[in-house]
């Protein structure tokens, strides 16, 4: 067994596990590009997990589109109406936490703008990961890019 591992070539890259915030970063304002944010995200390893959270009012032809990508759409039920907060920002932690105790995962990349995810990014840190957030203008949280090793902002806009 051990003559065998050295004999399969490995490509040496980090395995990056990778989660979408999609009510706060896909929105017609912001014009979020999910083929370039995957290819930001690329340059820290192999995305092996991508997953775009969405909720419920989500459009079908948005969740077709984010699974024609090659995304795996995570739909979260919850909230009475469209001004209603739902559950996306629960399951979308939760998951990342799954990601941060995976000892296959030695990256853990989070895009969105929203505050709420610096607990989940400094715990992943605290676990040993390496982490990358990715957002955009406006509205980009200073906390959150504080708290990450790395921070991609898309769109070209530079943080201020």
């Known amino acids: ?6 004999m399969v070539p490995t490509s040496g890259k ?3 596990a990778l989660y979408v915030d999609g009510p706060n970063l896909l929105r017609k304002e912001l014009n979020t590009d999910l083929e370039q944010l995957r290819t930001r995200v690329r340059t820290y390893g192999r995305v092996v997990i991508a997953r775009v959270f969405l909720n419920q009012f989500t459009p079908q032809k948005m969740i077709e589109a984010v699974a024609n990508q090659g995304w795996e759409p995570v739909v979260v039920m919850g909230g009475a109406s469209r001004e209603e907060k739902s559950d996306v920002d629960a399951m979308m932690g939760a998951s ?3 990601g941060i105790l995976d000892p296959k995962i030695h990256i853990i990349a989070v895009a969105t703008r929203d505050a709420d995810f610096t607990p989940v990014v400094l715990k992943a840190k605290a676990y040993g990961k390496e982490t990358v957030v990715v957002g955009t203008e406006p509205a980009f949280s200073i906390a959150l890019r504080n708290a990450a090793d790395h921070v991609e902002t898309l769109g070209g806009q530079e943080p201020p």
């Open 1 to 6: 067994m051990f003559r065998l591992k050295k």
């Open 14 to 16: 980090k395995n990056v």
């Open 96 to 98: 990342v936490m799954e």
